[in-house]
Structures are given as C-alpha cells and as structure tokens.
C-alpha cells in the first residue's frame, strides 16, 4: 500500500509539474499601503498583466518596516512564479545601503523579472506653510531649530531628505509613515513639515494644490511638472535622485517562467493603454529586460552604500 501510495504522489507531482504556467492566480505582493506610488502603479499594471497572462493578478499590500517584511515574505515562497515582489529602488537598493543586516538579499534571494518605470522625487510642503521656494524652506528650517520634520515612508525618501539636509545644513526630524501615500496626505493635513514623495500619490493633491510643490530631483525639470526646478538647477547636482519600481520573483524561479514574465511585463507596460495611465501619475514607462534590471540593482547598491556611509546613516 505504501508503495502505491508513493507511485500516486510522484504521478500527481509529475503532473502538477507539467501544468502549463500560469494556472492560477499570481499574487504580487507591495509592501507599502494602499494609495502609495509603489500600490497605484502596481494596480495599473496588474489588470494588464492578467489579460496576457489568462489568470487574475492579485495586489497584496503588506506594508511595514521599510518593505522588509514584504521582501522576506516573497524571498521565502516558492520560486514558482506565484509570489512575485513589487520591488522598488527603496528596498531593493537601499535597505542594503542602511541596514547592516537584513533578512532578505536582493541579489541572492531574488530573480529580476523587469522594470515598470521610473520618476523624480518632488519636494512637497503645505500651502499654508510660509515657504514659496526652497531657499525659503531652508530659510524656515534654520529659523525654527528643532520645530520642522519630514515625513517618510522608505529607505529612498530618508536617504534623499538626509542628503539634502546635509547639503543646506537644515534639521529636519524624520516621522516614520507605512507609505508615501500616507507621507503626503500628512503634508497636506499639515501633520508634518514637508517630504520628498514619488509622483503617483502626489500627483492628484499638487494639481488640486493641497500641496505645494518647490522642486524635483531629476537632472532636468520633468515635462509633468515644468514649472518646478530642480534641485541640481538649484545648486545641488548630488540631489540628482531617480527612482524606480520592477517586479522580481524568488530566487532558483524557472527560467522558462521568468521569461514569460519578462516578456509580458515589458509589453504590458508599453501598451499604449498603460503608458497614459502612467504618464498621469509621473511615471516614466520602462519594461526593460532582467539582465538590465539586475546591472541596475547592482549599480544602485553601489552608489547608496556610499552615499549612506558618508551622510551616516545607519537604521539599524
């Protein structure tokens, strides 16, 4: 009986193996919450994804903790291709850069699949808050010592807001939030003094001007928001700050898998369709390669460890 037993199980793994990929739904996991740029770009893309793969694709937000407990979750589930990580720069490339150890390695524990899209940070304060320009929010910084603060919700807005505090020589305290969501709409209740934000939740709030925008750390001004300069016009070329998003899978994901993923990444985000969508929340359009991906990853773990070290920060 044991014998027959075993001979079935082996048939059923045999025939489960063979199943073809996809067939069933995929779960991505984000690990900020609901209204953060990392979640809205994610449900842009999710729908999409789903069609050309034939199987539902669902968002499942487990904020917390910088998205460690989000990235541990994905880097321990089957490398099946069901459990996919909505990796952004933060903590794919920062939380490597901050913390000295980490329960997940985004180079060992994690396959690249394909960036999504890319964006500036834009520097956010309050309207009510009396500060037109960022000379005048550096002005009021140094005028109200140990009154002004900064909301974040990840690796990538600390890390920005660090340097550029240490490059005007400002105070500002950190407020930790669960996602950049929650960081802006603190600016605009007037909770916080000012954050460095990721355009998707942000967007909608500066058009309806329940928050002011001073400036944006691309290289050159965005074509989203011409009117804003750039903290590099300003006379800060080391606040030259892109970020990103790009979905991984587990680490030892068959090859076969991932490619698929790639290839339906890349042109779900390419579709005319989800380039607008896109475009409305300041999002860059991307869907490179894996190969692409992971030379990014490595480039960025580089640059923030040395920016990191040098500004001091350490999260642990």
Do not use: C
Not at 278 to 302: K, M, N, W, Y
Request: glycine content about 8%; hydrophobic content about 45%.
């Amino acid at each position: 009986m044991r014998i027959v037993a075993l001979l079935l199980l082996l048939a059923g793994l045999a025939a489960q193996a063979q199943e073809p990929y996809p067939s069933r739904p995929i779960r991505v996991v984000v690990g900020y919450s609901a209204g953060g740029g990392n979640d809205l770009v994610v449900r842009v893309i999710a729908p999409k994804l789903g069609e050309a793969l034939g199987q539902p694709v669902v968002v499942d937000n487990k904020p917390g903790a910088q998205s460690i407990i989000a990235a541990e979750l994905v880097a321990k589930s089957a490398p099946d291709g069901y459990t996919l990580l909505m990796g952004p720069s933060g903590s794919m490339t920062i939380n490597p850069a901050t913390y000295s150890k980490l329960p997940y390695s985004p180079v060992r524990d994690f396959a690249p699949i394909s960036m999504i899209g890319s964006f500036p940070l834009i520097v956010a304060v309050n309207p009510q808050l009396p500060v037109r320009s960022v000379r005048e929010l550096v002005e009021y910084a140094k005028a109200n010592p140990g009154k002004v603060n900064y909301a974040s919700s990840a690796g990538i807005f600390q890390i920005a807001t660090e340097l550029f505090k240490q490059k005007t020589g400002t105070q500002f305290e950190m407020i930790p939030y669960k996602g950049s969501g929650d960081s802006v709409q603190a600016v605009a209740a007037g909770q916080v003094t000012m954050t460095f934000v990721d355009p998707p939740p942000a967007t909608g709030l500066l058009k309806a001007g329940t928050v002011r925008g001073l400036a944006v750390t691309s290289a050159q001004r965005h074509p989203s928001w011409p009117e804003l300069p750039t903290l590099v016009e300003l006379g800060m070329p080391e606040m030259d700050v892109s970020v990103w998003m790009a979905l991984f899978a587990p680490a030892r994901t068959p090859p076969a898998v991932l490619a698929r993923l790639q290839r339906e990444v890349a042109r779900a985000v390419q579709s005319p369709e989800v380039k607008e969508r896109l475009a409305a929340l300041g999002v860059d359009p991307v869907g490179g390669t894996s190969e692409a991906l992971a030379l990014q990853v490595a480039r960025d773990i580089e640059k923030w460890t040395a920016v990191a070290k040098a500004a001091g920060i350490k999260n642990d």
